[in-house]
Every structure is written in structure tokens, then in C-alpha cells.
T-cell receptor, first 112, second 116 residues
Framework: KNEVEQSPQNLTAQEGEFITINCSYSVGISALHWLQQHPGGGIVSLFMLSSGKKKHGRLIATINIQEKHSSLHITASHPRDSAVYICAVRFDRGSTLGRLYFGRGTQLTVWP | KAGVTQTPRYLIKTRGQQVTLSCSPISGHRSVSWYQQTPGQGLQFLFEYFSETQRNKGNFPGRFSGRQFSNSRSEMNVSTLELGDSALYLC???????????????FGPGTRLTVL
């Protein structure tokens, strides 16, 4: 059982559409990361957050600690946003302290 | 500033062999973490090294080992390779330990290992 659940698994959108990817986790965390992986494997860290909301360009990440849920939004999506988006969390207690646990990823395809 | 580099980028080995992968972190970063990515299991944490000490270890057999040198460069070794070890191996560096305050991770391009 994966402690980090992402949805949807696959997402197709038309250029310009508003995109939302969701991530939920099971226990308390110290940090949540949103990562982007392009074909070929390279991973880029988009956001690291522990509360509230962060914005970078067309990307917005929010987290609700009480509900154990985070969302990644992409406004005015573009074909270059096509990639796999991965949610990862760092749990805040026990033997797993410090380790990153990953969701299975969301494959986003944006058509022109 | 140069990013995280990994060598080699691609590797083909046969069952039973051993392999060593190398990771050079961003200058000044003291933490290096290793991850395995497979289509079946996704991304999984292997281990983290900070200041030459293993700080954390994932649920992998003892065939997977690593070390970190005084210049923060890290190597991971897989002995007695199995078909299931075919994967993309990623390393990531950060300023501080993962267990400490928030530390953004910077990923390398990965080494794609194929075991025949």
C-alpha cells in the first residue's frame, strides 16, 4: 500500500486549460514536494511546502495539513507542460523520519 | 553553478555482475540521496548520505550499498545483479540532511541500468 496517493493517473488537456493534480497522504508530514519529470528521466523540483500556498509563474501548489491533501494547479496549460508530475512527502516521525515517499505520478499530456 | 552529475548515464550488465554508480553533488551540498525508479514500483528511496555517514536507508536488500567521500561525491554499488535491478537510478543533493529543516533536493539526470 502506497502511503502517498495521487490522482488522476493520466490527464489529457487542451492548450490553455486549467489543470489540477491531487495528492493525499496518510500521516503527519514535515514537508511535501512536487516534482516534474520529463521523458528521458530528469527530475526538477517544482515546489517544497509545509503549509499554505506557493506560486511560481503558471504553477500553484497548495497544501491542507488538516485534510492531509495537496494540489498542484497549472493555469493556461501549454504543450511544454507535458510531463509526469510526482508528489513526494517527508513524514515527521518514527523510523521513517527524513525519508521521501513518492506517489505513482500523474502523466499530463497537453495538446496544442 | 554546475548541477548534479551522474556517471555513467547508461549501463548494461548481466545477471550476477556488480555495478558502481557515481554521483557528484552541487558544490557545497553535503547530502546525497539515492533513488530507484521502475515502472512497477515507481520511485523508491535507497539511502541518504550526509557528511560521509549513512543517515537513512530504505527497504532494499544488502546487495545495495553506498558510500560518500570527503568531497561529498557518492557512489552506490549493487552486487550480484538481478533482472529486477533494471531501473533508473537517481541521485539528489541538498545543503542539509533530509531529516533536518526543509531542504530542497536537486536531482541528477540518472543512470539507466539494464540487467540482461
Amino acid at each position: 500500500k502506497n502511503e502517498v496517493e495521487q490522482s488522476p493517473q493520466n490527464l489529457t488537456a487542451q492548450e490553455g486549460e486549467f489543470i489540477t493534480i491531487n495528492c493525499s497522504y496518510s500521516v503527519g508530514i514535515s514537508a511535501l514536494h512536487w516534482l516534474q519529470q520529463h521523458p528521458g528521466g530528469g527530475i526538477v523540483s517544482l515546489f517544497m511546502l509545509s503549509s499554505g500556498k506557493k506560486k511560481h509563474g503558471r504553477l500553484i501548489a497548495t497544501i491542507n495539513i488538516q485534510e492531509k491533501h495537496s494540489s498542484l494547479h497549472i493555469t493556461a496549460s501549454h504543450p511544454r507542460d507535458s510531463a509526469v508530475y510526482i508528489c513526494a512527502v517527508r513524514f515527521d516521525r518514527g523510523s521513517t523520519l527524513g525519508r521521501l515517499y513518492f506517489g505513482r505520478g500523474t502523466q499530463l499530456t497537453v495538446w496544442p | 553553478k554546475a548541477g548534479v552529475t551522474q556517471t555513467p548515464r547508461y549501463l548494461i550488465k548481466t545477471r550476477g555482475q556488480q555495478v558502481t554508480l557515481s554521483c557528484s553533488p552541487i558544490s557545497g551540498h553535503r547530502s546525497v540521496s539515492w533513488y530507484q525508479q521502475t515502472p512497477g514500483q515507481g520511485l523508491q528511496f535507497l539511502f541518504e548520505y550526509f557528511s560521509e555517514t549513512q543517515r537513512n536507508k530504505g527497504n532494499f536488500p544488502g546487495r545495495f550499498s553506498g558510500r560518500q567521500f570527503s568531497n561529498s561525491r557518492s557512489e552506490m554499488n549493487v552486487s550480484t545483479l538481478e533482472l529486477g535491478d533494471s531501473a533508473l537510478y537517481l541521485c539528489a543533493s541538498s545543503l542539509g540532511s533530509q531529516a533536518g529543516p526543509l531542504n530542497e533536493q536537486f536531482f541528477g539526470p540518472g543512470t539507466r541500468l539494464t540487467v540482461l
